[in-house]
């Protein structure tokens, strides 16, 4: 399926979001992409509000990529992956920075997927690949709307694969989502897209 | 859902934060704008509008609206004992270094909103025993909020995380000492906030209006740009005794500031740092 998706190195940046069941497949990908993949990812990953450490070193043990709690107003550099703390929302801002809010919860979260899905899309507009994966509530689905209604790429993890699929159904149910793919198929084209910006 | 596509563009928060600033006299040109497009939208959402045009019709013509705009502008979402281990620190260091020199302790919550870092810290410093030795400044920009924190009574539903909180903070006794139930709320018992004064104060115009030995203003300036929060720091720099304390929020970071060296850190995991020079 993904030699099928037509590629290009218009993209700015990856935002990937997920809750119950999510994580897996996130090492996953993290440990699978080169240390060379020259976009931004913004991850935003359902989490206990009062474990503030823990996370980044999880999901680093197998990444040749750097993965970082950023402070608020840090700027966004290529390369780097960024992931949502915990108790705080994360979005990007104009400017090439990233900000972070302690705003009412959504979808019962903080963070939450849609404030870092829609806030990606409003600063990259079609330039902006998200991901949704496997999960247990809807968070997430207005997000990818968003990136939809911005002309970004929008990918939700394969219904039957995942763990707990509430979550890429609640997106697919609202948007006409571009691609439905396997963690293999997200890995393969995530390699594709770095290829394309290697040449 | 159509009108979550109701987007707004910069061009719209622009024109609005100048009609602001020249009809109220308010500057949030130099607020974070991801949040603050989202506390717009938010509003539309609320009083049924379509556009950021038909918002400041209403700001412009309305007598009273501009209040009720700030008001629900405001995040006012905080907790109880909100990061426990800092509120360990503060109990077990900074605290106790402050009365080393000193027989009495002033305190300035900057943005206290609904008054949950208050009652925190009337806590904390009940359970030291030097309670009547504080004078307790909180100030916050929204004169709707002071009055709630002022009323300090919270719905029950609230008080569960707070107890969590406080159950991390390890404290002396249990949260309920401190309140009574009445009806679905948790009303804060009035002894324990008698060393409390609210004032309205916006730290992005206001004056510095006093010093202090210690300083929080926790998740307040996460809202602000960076050139905004360079200002806000040497307002709050001027309102610290040399060698007084402040507290940011656990992801906040003075780094890029101009005056970041005037302080050191204490203690960098719980974000409080000291002021060294004037």
């Given at each position: 399926m993904v030699k099928e998706i037509h590629l ?6 990856v935002v990937i979001g997920g809750s119950a069941g999510s994580f897996q497949p996130m090492v996953q990908i993290l440990s699978s992409i080169p240390?060379?993949f020259?976009?931004?990812i913004f991850l935003c990953l359902h989490r ?7 996370f980044?070193?999880a999901l680093?043990i197998k990444s040749?990529k750097?993965i ?13 992956v960024?992931l949502a ?22 979808n019962?979260s903080?963070?939450a997927i849609d404030?870092t899905f ?10 902006l690949i998200g991901i949704l994966l496997s999960g247990a509530n809807k968070d997430g689905a207005v997000g990818m709307q968003?990136i939809k209604?911005?002309?970004g790429l929008t990918i939700i993890q394969d219904i039957e694969e995942s763990m707990i699929n509430a979550m890429p159904l609640a997106a697919k149910n609202i948007v006409e989502i571009d691609y439905e793919l396997k963690v293999d198929e997200i890995i393969a084209f995530l390699l594709k897209l770095n ?5 | ?278």
């Open positions: 290009t190195n218009k993209y700015k940046a240390r060379e020259p976009l931004p206990l509000k009062h474990v503030r450490h823990g980044v070193e680093s040749q750097d970082i709690e950023p402070m608020d107003k840090e700027s966004i550099k290529k390369g780097v960024y703390p915990a108790n705080y929302h994360m979005a990007v801002e104009l400017g090439n920075s990233v900000s972070l809010n302690t705003e009412e919860l959504i019962n903080r963070p404030i829609e806030s990606a899309a409003y600063v990259y507009r079609d330039k968003k209604y911005r002309k290829k394309i910006y290697q040449q | 859902m159509s009108y979550t596509m109701g987007e707004i563009e910069i061009t719209e928060l622009r024109k609005l934060t100048t009609f602001i600033q020249e009809k109220f006299d308010y500057n949030f040109k130099d607020y974070a704008m991801s949040s603050f497009r989202r506390r717009i939208k938010r509003m539309l959402d609320l009083y049924k509008l379509q556009t950021v045009d038909e918002l400041i019709h209403i700001l412009n013509t309305k007598e009273g609206f501009f209040e009720e705009f700030v008001s629900e502008l405001t995040v006012n979402v905080t907790e109880m004992f909100r990061d426990p281990t800092f509120w360990r620190v503060l109990r077990e260091h900074i605290i106790p270094n402050i009365m080393l020199n000193h027989n009495k302790i002033s305190i300035w919550h900057a943005g206290c909103s609904s008054g949950e870092e208050i009652v925190s810290m009337s806590i904390v410093l009940d359970e030291m025993g030097i309670l009547d030795k504080a004078k307790i400044v909180a100030t916050d920009i929204d004169r709707s909020i002071i009055a709630k924190a002022k009323e300090a009574r919270y719905p029950l539903k609230h008080m569960e995380v707070n107890r969590k909180n406080y159950l991390r903070y390890q404290g002396k006794y249990s949260l309920e000492k401190y309140y009574t139930e009445v009806g679905s709320e948790a009303v804060i018992n009035k002894a324990l906030l008698e060393n409390v004064s609210y004032r309205k104060h916006d730290l992005v115009q206001g004056s510095v209006f006093s010093k202090f030995d210690l300083v929080l203003c926790r998740n307040v300036m996460i809202y602000f740009n960076q050139t905004l929060q360079n200002q806000v720091l040497h307002r709050l720099h001027e309102s610290l005794f040399k060698y007084g304390y402040l507290v940011i929020g656990s992801k906040e970071s003075l780094i890029w500031c101009d005056i970041a060296h005037k302080f050191i850190v204490v203690n960098n995991e719980e974000k409080i740092y000291k002021k060294i020079k004037d």
